[in-house]
């Protein structure tokens, strides 16, 4: 019997999708770079179902059914290519290529324009949910031609989460869509966990808080409505006591966290699309500093941290989830945004719905939030922004007050909150009547005559500053 598929890169993630794949009845053709990885599966859990093992990428191929189906689960970057071109020559006019790994949406659009040329389909996926995930049933975000996802999608959709028997995997849409939907999930991640560390620092070293006691406050949020995964998480790392020392896990572990990835890769599309996703970025860049650790060595003695003397407010720890609850959903809604920025620029008809509905489980960022998100976008429903949805609009305005006190001490205190401060700032800004870019505008045609356009007339402008300072019709130049 054929493969339906043809799994290549055996490493923890290709091992795990090769047996879910295999567990839910499907037969698959095994192919590792190096061999031993291919043995060591099918000598652990050769007996899950179907295998087919194989040496080369050419016995993959053969093995497989057509419409061919390669799944590539290598090292993201220059091995997806290497990996490609050695498949290319193998295959036939309507296989479909799959890359699951982690890549950069845009090397996934190069790589489906390449393969199209060539009669091939060429699907990116992000799949969420780490090893776990992979084997037990992530949320998994297709891109690729719609026509590809008649072919593939229904076994994708088998082995993803389910939410009560839905599954955790739609088409997203064409060429990158899929890539691009996942790290903007990462990006949702990194701000997730940063508002959650935010809200544990200022419980511990605002109301002294120790992590055991800390880990039951979390685990109480959890049945509320920041009920998630990482909420769960957090409660069980910070209840964990280290079994050398004796002291809480937390405080042994070193303080600074990587950010080369994804999150990364989510600021760096925000600027290009002029997308103010400023809770993804101050995580990123919150990252950045605690891995500064010579610097931030030295500030202990060189830098002076006066602080006020505060009384914390009465309900402090109700305050910080209530800020942590505004913050995540600041975090949620430019996301969001930035996905609707994307799909004007790339011409991708992205469901918001369908989208928040397929994170609801499988991934990291699955959160009892996202269930009222999909209904927030639900029935073609498009709030310009998620705040702007009702249920959202009435949780913000309640949580508002808290949020501004906790702020407030945090910055007496002298305890960074960066992605509470920048989400408070970001609601601010989106509600303020006017903006000082007014007075950016100002200065801009002052040193660089850039022009600027007035509140009560159409066109552009400049004034001659360094004349009579009287105002002229702007030139067109475009
Ligand atoms: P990995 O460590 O990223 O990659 C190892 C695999 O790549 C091995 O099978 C290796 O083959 C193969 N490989 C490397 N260079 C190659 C080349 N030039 N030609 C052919 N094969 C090559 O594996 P992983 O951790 O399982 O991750 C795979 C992908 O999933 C990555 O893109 C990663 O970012 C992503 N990932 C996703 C999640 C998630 O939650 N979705 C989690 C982890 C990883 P050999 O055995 O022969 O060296």
């Known amino acids: 019997m054929p493969a339906q598929i043809g799994v290549t890169g055996l490493a923890v993630m290709g091992a795990n ?4 794949f295999a567990r839910n009845g499907y037969t698959v053709a095994l192919h590792n770079r190096s061999v031993a990885k291919t043995d060591a599966l099918l000598a652990a859990h050769g007996d899950e179902g179907d295998f087919i093992r194989t040496e080369t990428l050419a016995e993959l191929v053969e093995n497989l059914e057509v419409p061919r189906r390669v799944l590539i689960m290598v090292k993201a970057g220059a091995p997806v290519d290497a990996v490609i071109e050695q498949l290319v020559p193998l295959l036939e006019a309507g296989d479909i290529v799959i890359d699951a790994g982690n890549s950069h949406y845009e090397d996934t659009r190069r790589r489906e324009a390449a393969l199209a040329e060539k009669g091939l389909h060429f699907v990116g996926v992000g799949v969420s949910g780490g090893e776990e995930g992979a084997l037990l049933g992530p949320s998994i975000m297709p891109g690729g031609s719609r026509e590809s996802y008649d072919a593939l999608g229904p076994m994708l959709e088998k082995i993803s989460a389910k939410v009560d028997g839905e599954p955790c995997c739609a088409w997203i849409g064409t060429d990158g869509a899929g890539h691009f939907v996942k790290m903007v999930h990462n990006g949702i991640e990194y701000a ?15 109301a002294g808080i120790e992590p055991a006691e800390q880990a039951a406050i979390f685990a109480d949020w959890n049945k509320g409505d920041l009920a998630s995964f990482l909420i769960e998480i957090t409660a069980e790392v910070l209840g964990h006591v280290d079994a050398k020392t004796g002291k809480p896990f937390i405080d042994v572990v ?15 599309s925000g600027l290009d699309l002029g997308s103010p996703v400023s809770g993804i970025a101050e995580s990123v860049f919150a990252r950045a500093l605690s891995s500064q650790r010579g610097q931030r060595a030295e500030a202990q003695t060189a830098l002076e941290g006066a602080v006020s003397e505060v009384a914390l407010p009465e309900n402090f720890v109700e305050d910080v989830r209530q800020a942590l609850y505004a913050s995540k959903l600041v975090s949620y809604a430019q996301g969001l945004d ?6 004007g620029e790339y011409g991708w008809d992205l469901k918001l719905d369908e989208i928040a509905s ?13 269930k009222d ?14 705040l702007f949805a009702p249920a959202f609009r009435d949780a913000i305005a309640a949580a ?59 066109g552009t402008f400049h004034t001659l500053w ?13």
């Open 254 to 268: 070193v303080d600074s966290a990587g950010q080369k990835g994804t999150g990364r890769w989510t600021v760096v």
């Open 373 to 386: 998100i999909t209904k927030a976008y639900a029935g073609g429903a498009r709030p310009a922004n998620l």
């Open 17 to 20: 999708l090769a047996r879910n």
């Open 400 to 458: 508002l007050p808290a949020w501004r006190r906790v702020v407030a001490t945090a910055v007496q205190l002298g305890i960074p909150v960066p992605v509470f401060s920048s989400s408070l700032a970001y609601y601010d800004g989106l509600r303020r009547d006017r903006l000082p870019a007014a007075l950016t505008q100002g200065l801009r045609d002052l040193f660089g005559a850039h022009t600027y356009g007035r509140i009560d007339a159409e």
């Open 192 to 206: 997730d966990m940063q508002v959650i560390g935010e809200a544990y620092d200022l419980l511990r070293s605002g």
């Open 466 to 478: 360094g004349g009579d300072k009287s105002e002229v019709a702007a030139v067109d130049t475009h």
């Open 338 to 343: 930035m996905l609707t920025s994307a799909a």
């Open 358 to 370: 397929l994170w609801r489980a499988g991934c990291i960022i699955r959160a009892e939030l996202l």
